[in-house]
């Protein structure tokens, strides 16, 4: 159980281009899912918390315009990177909260994005 | 401000050796606590946390951390090293009022050797 998947796992573009990764659980409801972005070596830094049926909540310095996140349902959030550029390659990681167990999170594998 | 961190961004062992991992927090409250491993190219799998109740916890792969509140600290251990436990290693926390965001630390590369 506590499965969560992203899509694509790795992608890429040309600068200019948008692209949208998917993130689900697959086995659980969840509320409330997060995004994250990993630089090489780095470690995870929370760029939004993604709530079912309202607004994302961004963390300071990430744009909400250039990162589109959608929570549309209770089992989908979706991360838009748009007019994609070489500086936002990078390794995406979404996780997911399981109402049954608020103090943990699913993470699921990551999608590579590469930016040309 | 309240951190997380771990003390050595690479720790090396040798197989069969004794795995420690250092992670302090610096928060009078005492947050849920987590061990996260990351192999490359994929996600996070969870080791082990703590939130209440017996402060020793016992995680997946043998791996176990005390929570010490006087110490502020959560350190990972295992007995052994194998091969297979090559791979980063992330101290997360989750601070009260927080709504569940977890706030990592920068992490520690294990590497094992023969």
């Known amino acids: 159980g506590a499965v969560v998947s992203q899509h694509p796992s790795r992608v890429i573009c040309k600068s200019g281009t948008s692209v949208k990764i998917e993130c689900r659980s697959l086995?659980?409801?969840?509320?409330?899912m997060f995004w994250y972005r990993q630089f090489p070596k780095q470690s995870l830094m929370l760029m939004a918390t993604s709530n079912e049926g309202s607004k994302a909540t961004y963390e300071q310095g990430v744009e909400k315009d250039k990162f589109l996140i959608n929570h549309a349902s209770l089992t989908l959030s979706t991360l838009t990177v748009t007019s994609a550029h070489p500086e936002d390659s990078s390794f995406y990681i979404c996780?997911?909260?399981?109402?049954?167990?608020?103090?943990?999170?699913?993470f699921g594998p990551g999608t590579r994005l590469t930016v040309l | 401000a309240q951190s997380v961190t771990q003390l050595g961004s690479h720790v090396s062992v040798s197989e069969g050796a004794l795995v420690l991992l250092r992670c302090n927090y610096s928060?009078?409250?005492?947050?849920?606590l987590f061990w996260y491993v990351q192999y490359p190219n994929q996600g996070l799998q969870l080791l082990l946390k703590?939130?209440?109740?017996?402060?020793l916890v016992k995680g997946i792969n043998g791996f176990e951390a005390e929570f010490k509140k006087s110490e502020t600290s959560f350190h990972l251990t295992k007995p052994s090293a194998h091969m297979s436990d090559a791979a980063e290693y992330f101290c997360a926390v989750i601070w009260g009022g927080s709504n569940y965001k977890l706030t990592f630390g920068k992490g520690t590369l294990l590497t094992v050797n023969p």
């Open positions: 703590y939130t209440t109740g017996a402060t």
């Open positions: 928060s009078s409250v005492p947050p849920y």
């Open positions: 086995d659980f409801q969840a509320t409330t």
């Open positions: 996780s997911a909260r399981d109402q049954g167990r608020t103090n943990e999170q699913f």
